[in-house]
């Protein structure tokens, strides 16, 4: 279902009114500043609530335009199959990134620090979940300007470090994070990594999955190491192959994977990525004491 609804053209978004007039809100997201203006009260009283630990203003802050779509959804729920993928579609005019899925379409210019999105009239898909991935996406892209990366991947603190695990949807993520002994969870679905002054670091951001034990944990962690990782009777690590790590982090960059031939920065910084934190295998079991291996390497 990925990309195949075409997102409507920047200009549709022009005389589209403001869905509310509530205050501006403003949400730190692993650094990045983001300022949603346009919200209505419900809305941004449930926005508010679920971002309340990242209520704070980040770098750069993003201006985002909160619109009323005037139309009860972009796609329906009878346009897709019961247990077809989520339907979001990505597609570009110009520099600006269109985005489209459910509740929701928008535009992104990273360049200029902004954005808009329309929100349809009916939660099929709740607007806040539409509010969320819109800002993915958003995140996602800026990570890729500064040389960063957002990975569907598990990440977690032990001892000042930031560890990340990749895998796809299935690969056990969640399980990892939900039986590791150590360590403290920054998240089981998505996890930033942000270039910092030529180093790499791993940011807490409010993009868990279904982790909910602990409290959100805010801040950047120099990285102890990236894993892709394996469900297995025991615990082991293997090495990656050095011409295969690319392609599995590649795998692993949501929101970007497929626009490889278009921006030529995404290759070389997961490259880069790479050469300074060695992508390895970890095949894990259930005991959550995989980190006797990490610490044997």
Same mark, same amino acid.
């Given at each position: 279902m990925?990309?195949?609804?075409?997102?409507?053209?920047?200009?549709?978004?022009?005389?589209?009114?403001?869905?509310?007039?509530?205050?501006?809100?403003?949400?730190?997201?692993?650094?990045?500043?983001?300022?949603?203006?346009?919200?209505?009260?419900?809305?941004?009283?449930?926005?508010?609530?679920?971002?309340?630990?990242?209520?704070?203003? &980040?770098?750069?802050?993003?201006?985002?335009?909160?619109?009323?779509?005037?139309?009860?959804?972009?796609?329906?729920?009878?346009q897709?199959?019961?247990?077809?993928?989520?339907?979001?579609?990505?597609?570009?005019?110009?520099?600006?990134?269109?985005?489209?899925?459910?509740?929701f379409a &928008?535009w992104?210019?990273?360049?200029?620090?902004?954005?808009?999105?329309?929100? &349809?009239?009916?939660?099929?898909?709740?607007?806040?979940?539409?509010?969320?991935?819109?800002?993915?996406?958003?995140t996602?892209?800026?990570?890729?300007?500064?040389?960063?990366?957002?990975?569907?991947?598990?990440?977690?603190?032990?001892?000042?470090?930031?560890?990340?695990?990749?895998?796809?949807? &299935?690969?056990?993520?969640?399980?990892?994070?939900?039986?590791?002994?150590?360590?403290?969870?920054?998240?089981?679905?998505?996890?930033?990594?942000?270039?910092?002054?030529?180093?790499?670091?791993v940011?807490?951001?409010?993009?868990?999955?279904?982790y909910?034990?602990?409290?959100?944990?805010?801040?950047?962690?120099?990285?102890?190491?990236?894993?892709?990782?394996?469900?297995?009777?025991?615990?082991?690590?293997?090495?990656?192959?050095?011409?295969?790590?690319?392609?599995?982090?590649?795998?692993?960059?949501?929101?970007?994977?497929?626009?490889?031939?278009?921006d030529?920065?995404?290759?070389?910084?997961?490259?880069?990525?790479?050469?300074?934190?060695?992508?390895?295998?970890?095949?894990?079991?259930?005991?959550?004491?995989?980190?006797?291996?990490?610490?044997?390497?």
């Amino acid at each position: 279902m990925l990309n195949r609804f075409r997102p409507p053209a920047r200009a549709a978004f022009t005389a589209l009114p403001l869905r509310g007039k509530a205050a501006p809100l403003e949400v730190d997201i692993g650094g990045f500043g983001f300022r949603l203006e346009g919200l209505d009260t419900d809305l941004s009283e449930r926005l508010g609530a679920r971002y309340e630990a990242f209520a704070q203003r &980040g770098d750069h802050p993003f201006d985002l335009r909160c619109l009323d779509a005037q139309v009860d959804c972009f796609v329906s729920s009878d346009q897709v199959p019961a247990g077809a993928p989520h339907p979001l579609s990505l597609a570009w005019e110009g520099e600006t990134l269109l985005v489209l899925s459910f509740g929701f379409a &928008g535009w992104v210019d990273v360049a200029k620090n902004r954005g808009a999105i329309a929100l &349809g009239r009916k939660e099929f898909e709740k607007a806040e979940w539409c509010v969320e991935n819109y800002l993915r996406v958003c995140t996602a892209w800026r990570a890729v300007d500064e040389g960063g990366v957002l990975l569907h991947g598990a990440s977690l603190v032990r001892q000042g470090r930031g560890y990340v695990f990749v895998g796809a949807s &299935g690969s056990g993520k969640s399980t990892l994070a939900e039986t590791s002994k150590e360590g403290e969870v920054l998240s089981d679905d998505l996890t930033l990594v942000r270039r910092e002054s030529g180093t790499y670091v791993v940011h807490g951001t409010p993009f868990r999955g279904t982790y909910t034990r602990g409290t959100p944990i805010l801040g950047g962690f120099p990285i102890g190491g990236i894993f892709r990782i394996f469900q297995s009777a025991d615990n082991r690590l293997e090495p990656c192959p050095r011409h295969h790590a690319v392609a599995d982090l590649l795998a692993a960059s949501p929101f970007v994977v497929d626009h490889v031939a278009r921006d030529a920065r995404i290759l070389p910084a997961l490259k880069s990525l790479d050469v300074a934190h060695p992508l390895a295998y970890l095949h894990f079991n259930l005991q959550g004491d995989f980190w006797k291996v990490l610490d044997g390497r």
